[in-house]
């Protein structure tokens, strides 16, 4: 991807999905594509907001429900991550269906 950075000698290709170390590279582009998407998706709508408060209450909600909840490591990641997507469209009122 960037070819000539690193100036060690002796370097060997790496695929980028097996750097990443991920059982199941789709899944996991689909999950960071629908991440951007929702990231870029809660930023306009912050944006498009004149209330303060509001701002600031959303922000903490995306907060608390992406980073301070817990997950729960017997589950799949994936399955619970999408949950949160969809309370947090609906919750926001964002059109995630468009990329």
């Known amino acids: 991807m960037q070819a000539g950075e ?3 000698p002796n370097k060997t290709k790496v695929r980028v ?19 951007h998407c929702f990231l870029e998706k809660a ?11 509001t ?10 429900l992406f980073y301070m909840k817990p997950y729960d490591p017997q589950d799949d990641f994936y399955a619970q991550f999408e949950a949160r997507l969809m309370a ?4 926001l009122d964002l059109d995630l269906a468009e990329r």
């Open 43 to 53: 930023e306009a709508r912050v944006a498009a907001e004149t209330d303060e408060d």
């Open 6 to 8: 690193c100036p060690a």
């Open 55 to 64: 701002i600031k209450n959303i922000e903490l909600y995306i907060l608390k």
């Open 88 to 91: 947090a469209r609906d919750v």
């Open 17 to 35: 999905e097996k750097w990443l170390e991920q059982p199941d590279i789709a899944q996991y582009e689909v999950y960071v594509l629908d991440w």
